[in-house]
């Protein structure tokens, strides 16, 4: 353990990682692409995050092994994808499923000042 917070620490990868999830409202580490994700969890974080009509940024973690390890340990959460809002971890794909069925993520972007295309759709 004391090696892995070490090389996550010691290599730069916590000020990048803090870099890429501050660099927009909302930023998703997952498997693959947008267009093309390579694991269910990741398309289903996809769709709901599409339903809301919400841009993002989003790094596959396919692509790079410490960036794929190195998330796991910025926010102490073991699986992929994973969903940052304003810098903060939100949880992954059960959770943003439950935000999304609860009301809670339509709220959590009003925070950041993004309007879900899901309250646009109900007033027209």
């Not at 995050?49 to 692509?63: A, C, I, K, P, W």
């Not at 959770?95 to 609860?102: A, E």
């Amino acid at each position: 353990m004391l090696f892995t917070t070490c090389r996550l620490y010691c290599s730069g990868v916590k000020d990048k990682l803090e870099n890429l999830v501050k660099k927009s409202k909302v930023v998703v580490f997952m498997k693959g692409i947008p267009e093309n994700p390579r694991c269910g969890f990741s398309n289903a974080v996809v769709q709901v995050l599409r339903m809301h009509g919400v841009e993002y940024d989003s790094y596959n973690v396919l692509d790079d092994e410490s960036l794929r390890q190195g998330i796991k340990e910025f926010s102490n959460w073991p699986t992929i994808p994973q969903v940052f809002i304003n810098g903060e971890f939100v949880g992954g794909c059960d959770i943003l499923l439950q935000m999304h069925q609860n009301g809670e993520l339509i709220e959590e972007l009003k925070k950041v000042n993004i309007t879900s295309a899901l309250l646009k759709n109900e007033n027209t």
